[in-house]
């Protein structure tokens, strides 16, 4: 069974950094993908960034694109999401996901859509505050 667990999140002020961590497991080979989501109140969940362990593939959304790093401590079964610059609408709780593979992951974060996610993480809240 393929378990996620986050750590991380908090509060922070405009500009300052934040790293989520994704640790994952029951997965039988290490060619997955995680991709991260989140959702402020009262809003749609959104794709923020994709990291496809096969061939190290990294995509962001265009919202985040410059500012958040994805990356994987294959070691740990873990993917991280560093967040930098952040910003007042950054605030929303964070998911990560195993979509099926890294181009069902691109579909979804890009906004297309089409696919069913069955693996999720508890989610961690990210509150940028003055």
């Known amino acids: 069974q393929v378990q996620l667990v986050e750590s991380g999140g908090g509060v922070v002020q405009p500009g300052g950094s934040l790293r989520l961590s994704c640790t994952a497991s029951?997965?039988?080979?290490?060619?997955?993908?995680i991709g991260w989501f989140r959702q402020a109140p009262g809003g749609e969940r959104q794709g923020v960034a994709c990291?496809?362990?096969?061939?190290?593939?990294?995509y962001y959304a265009e919202s985040v694109r410059g500012r958040f790093t994805v990356s994987s401590d294959v070691a740990r079964n873990t993917v991280y999401l560093e967040m930098n610059k952040l910003k007042f609408e950054d605030t929303a709780v964070y998911y990560c996901?195993?979509?099926?593979?890294?181009?069902?992951?691109?579909?979804?974060?890009?906004?297309?859509?089409?696919?069913?996610?069955?693996?999720w993480g508890q989610g961690a809240q990210v509150t940028v505050s003055s």
């Open positions: 029951g997965f039988t080979s290490m060619d997955y993908t």
């Open positions: 990291f496809g362990h096969r061939v190290y593939s990294v």
């Open positions: 996901a195993a979509p099926a593979s890294f181009f069902a992951c691109f579909d979804l974060v890009s906004g297309r859509g089409g696919w069913q996610v069955h693996y």
